[in-house]
Structures are given as C-alpha cells and as structure tokens.
C-alpha cells in the first residue's frame, strides 16, 4: 500500500518523532510506514487522517498492482 | 513534560532490543552453564550459583518480555510475531533434529537442561530475520 505520510508530514514540519508522539506509536513504525514496509491498522490509519484532517483514502492508497 | 515523553517515546523505540539483549544474554548464561558444569561436580557453590543465575535470567526474560509486549505498538507486535513465526517452526526442527540424530547416535553428549537454550536460540535468529525485514 502506497502512501503519502512523509509529503503530508513534511507539510506539517513535523519530526517522525513528533508525529510518533501524537500517534502514540514509535518513531520507527512511522518510518516503517512512511518507508512502505509496514501497513498501519485500521485504527492507526484513521487516527492519521484525523490528525491530518484528511480521509484515510487520501494518505493511504491502494497499489493498482496489489489488487 | 516534553522530556518525558521522549524518554517515553525512546524506551518505546527500543523494547526490541532489549527483549532481544535479554535473550542472547541467557543464552550465553546458558552455555556458560553447559560449560562449568564439566568443569565442577553436582553441589559446588559454582555450579549451584551459576543454576541460580540461569533461573533468574530465564525468568527475567518471560517477565519482561511479556511486560513488554503489553506496550509495544502495533509495529513492534507485528515484528515480535515475525520474530515467533521464525522461532517457533526452527526450535521444533532442531529439537526434532537433535532428537533423530541423538537416536542414530550422533549429537551425543547433548542434555536436555539445554533445550530452553534452543528455543531462545531459535527466537534470536526469528528476531534478527525479522528485524532486517522490517528495519
């Protein structure tokens, strides 16, 4: 799954390690997310997206060829 | 505040590491124990402190890894269930295999006292595969 974390957190001028801590995970599942090695939770997603004011289907996107 | 919450956020990022030092370290303790105990008779002060300390750390090692899964985030949980996925299956082989082999008289010499020490074994090498496929 293809996502747009990094662009949007850039945006934001946020660290990995802020937004780690707004998500209330770890730094390294937001690298881990941002770096397309690990697909976030339902709950997780939703929980970015609101921190974004964003919907979920515009951060996280399906990848066409994963279908 | 802020600083508690990195410091929070530090210990966060390494529970891995330290559930997977905990682990190497007992079973080093462990084959240190596999090797005084040639060296000294049943009952020595060496050996029996050496047992105490391989219970201790073994124990440890069931406390804190347990503490810890209740904290890791779902990432870290997703690692730890790579790194069992990986130890489960090869602890059962090597027991399995130390088992056939011991049978066809080779591997002699082997205890079973040790076959804690595989299974952590078996979690470390699960956790470093795990650990290179999602770092």
């Known amino acids: 799954m293809k996502n747009r974390l990094r662009v949007l957190r850039a945006e934001q001028e946020w660290t990995q390690e802020e937004l780690a801590q707004r998500t209330g995970v770890s730094r390294q599942a937001i690298n881990a997310i941002e770096t397309e090695k690990y697909d976030p939770s339902l709950p997780l997603a939703i929980k970015v997206a609101r921190l974004f004011g964003k919907p979920v289907e515009e951060i996280f996107l399906i990848d066409e060829a994963e279908k | ?135």
């Open chain 2, 1 to 135: 505040m802020e600083g508690v919450l990195e410091m929070a956020d530090k210990r966060k990022d390494r529970f891995g590491m330290v559930v997977f030092g905990l682990c190497v370290l007992t079973v080093g303790m462990a084959v240190l124990h596999m090797v005084l105990r040639e060296q000294y008779l049943p009952g020595h002060p060496v050996r029996l402190t050496m047992t105490g300390l391989l219970f201790v750390a073994f124990a440890s090692f069931i406390f804190v890894y347990t503490r810890m899964l209740s904290r890791m985030d779902e990432y870290q949980r997703q690692i730890q269930l790579f790194a069992l996925a990986i130890g489960f299956p090869l602890s059962l082989v090597l027991i399995w295999g130390i088992g056939y082999f011991r049978a066809e008289g080779l591997l002699q010499g082997g205890d079973p006292r040790d076959l804690p020490a595989v299974l952590l074994a078996s979690y470390a090498v699960g956790f470093g595969v795990a650990w290179l496929r999602y770092k």
